[in-house]
């Protein structure tokens, strides 16, 4: 076993005070609204005994396809199964996930690059805080980015089944990460003919097993309405990873390093699929690509100076990470710059608990009698509504009731209608502009709850018109999928790849 070295004992205790940051938040979990969507999708699986590619719950009675790939969900699913509450699950998840990542791209780097590489590379993004906060929030997109590390360092082991594997599972993971990882691999088999016979049995073997759900998913195109989100008026600039990652970029394709390819192809993809999503590139996902650049230029620097003056390098550069990390800040068109951002600052001096990336959605001591009145008066196939589609997606998940609105809107109902009339309560905001509840009792709304926040109606003309749909893949055949999968992963330690490994792994880079 690998001696750990001093850069490896500081990322780790970067990782454990990452832990730490999270497990101190568990109360004020999940951190945003997408979280009570994938428990609603998760809830919508348990009731029909499995994946099911109509989304059935939302939008209901009508509904709409299931387009977003499953393994949040599943991982859901089984938690409540084993006798976690839904809520707890998300939070248990959304504590978990942040470290889970990070040791993953630190245990990565370390075994392709170095100790030092990784080191940086985790300081880097770790302490940029609005990528901190994404890879909280986004739970999805960082279990795919944690499967695509791990394709990564397979292929670097030579162990291409299970890079094939992985890569496969992000395809089952997120819409958008995995092909910046399918892409990053493709271009090292575009652009080195000596490595291209291993990448494309990776990428096709992949793409194979992706295949039935990119079906799924290509059959109802039509549905998808991609918009520009309101987050476009809200991007944070790293200032180090975008000046060192350009300028690494720039460095490493003029040295024609071949190792770089991975880096350059994902850096690639990131800027074609979030073209529309600019935080997403420049204050989330994207900005792996910038942070691996900019931890391997520095790897380059530290290499061709002399020792002490390395050693000074890496405190300064350390230092500024760690306790600054100075940020751009677009904000309704206005740029402003923040000289202190660093994740390690915000949390030191309880700055994040007033940054809109921190304010939690829910609120106890109000939502949750909300949810017992909806309990109360409501079955388990009853439609519930809000003039807030926010609030509605959460008294789902909360409640396990179908709404007739729903989040991701990305992907549209299958018809429009007036959303209140197939909703037998209706949870009505105070703090939105549509407050006036003048003229319900004409639609036959008779208020059965108020407090400071809602009234809640019950629609004496509600019909049930409510249809569940059975699962397309049951829980029980998707076991079988994971323990054939677990199996393959143990076959492949004892497979001799011999054809593929002529001439691999890729060269690293020195120093």
């Not at 998840?93 to 370390?110: A, K, M, N, Q, R």
């Not at 989330?284 to 790897?299: D, N, S, T």
Request: charged letters at 15%; one cysteine or more; proline letters at 3%.
């Amino acid at each position: 076993m690998k001696k750990l070295t001093r850069f490896d004992l500081a990322s780790l205790g970067l990782i454990t005070l990452i832990g730490i940051f999270s497990a101190i938040r568990f109360q004020y979990l999940p951190q945003f609204i997408d979280g009570y969507y994938h428990l609603s999708v998760a809830n919508g699986f348990i009731a029909s005994g499995g994946w099911v590619g109509w989304d059935w719950w939302s939008w209901a009675p009508f509904g709409r396809p299931h387009l977003y790939p499953p393994f949040y969900h599943l991982l859901l699913s089984f938690m409540q199964f084993i006798g976690i509450s839904g809520l707890n699950s998300l939070r248990i998840v959304e504590v978990l996930i942040t470290p889970l990542f990070f040791f993953t791209l630190w245990y990565t780097c370390s075994k392709i690059f170095n100790s030092r590489v990784s080191f940086f590379a985790i300081l880097a993004l770790s302490s940029f805080f609005s990528f901190y906060s994404a890879v909280s929030a986004n739970v999805p997109a960082s279990f795919a980015m944690i499967f695509g590390f791990l394709s990564w360092l397979f292929l670097d082991k030579k162990k291409f089944l299970r890079a094939a594997i992985c890569l496969t599972l992000t395809f089952y993971t997120h819409a958008a990460v995995c092909w910046m990882f399918f892409i990053s691999i493709l271009f090292v088999a575009i652009f080195d003919k000596d490595l291209r016979k291993q990448t494309l049995f990776v990428l096709l073997f992949s793409f194979v097993l992706a295949l039935p759900f990119l079906f799924h998913q290509i059959r109802y195109l039509d549905y998808l309405d991609i918009k520009v989100l309101g987050e476009v008026k809200f991007i944070h600039f790293s200032i180090f990873l975008v000046l060192l990652g350009l300028a690494s970029c720039i460095y490493f394709i003029v040295k024609r390093e071949r190792w770089f390819l991975f880096v350059l192809g994902y850096f690639f993809a990131a800027v074609l699929l979030f073209a529309k999503y600019p935080y997403r590139f420049f204050s989330a996902q994207g900005m792996v690509a910038a942070g691996l650049a900019a931890a391997l230029l520095l790897e380059r620097i530290f290499s061709v100076i002399s020792r002490k003056k390395a050693n000074l390098l890496i405190v300064l550069v350390s230092f500024y990470l760690f306790f600054s990390h100075a940020t751009l800040d677009l904000d309704q068109g206005k740029l402003k710059f923040n000289g202190f951002n660093s994740t390690f600052y915000n949390f030191f001096t309880a700055r994040m608990y007033s940054l809109f990336e921190f304010k939690p959605l829910l609120v106890p001591k109000y939502y949750f009698p909300i949810s017992q009145v909806i309990k109360d008066n409501t079955s388990e196939s009853d439609i519930i509504y809000s003039n807030s589609s926010i609030a509605a997606q959460i008294f789902s998940a909360l409640t396990k009731r179908p709404s007739s609105d729903s989040m991701l809107w990305e992907v549209k109902p299958k018809k429009e209608f007036k959303n209140y009339e197939y909703a037998k309560l209706i949870i009505w905001m105070k703090s939105f502009i549509t407050t006036n509840i003048t003229g319900k009792e004409d639609l036959r709304w008779r208020k059965i709850y108020e407090d400071d926040i809602a009234y809640v109606f019950l629609n004496e003309k509600y019909k049930p018109s409510l249809k569940m749909r059975t699962a397309a893949v049951s829980f029980r055949f998707i076991t079988y999928i994971i323990v054939t999968i677990a199996l393959v992963f143990v076959l492949d330690s004892f497979i001799d790849w011999s054809f593929l490994k002529d001439k691999w792994p890729l060269s690293k880079p020195q120093g």
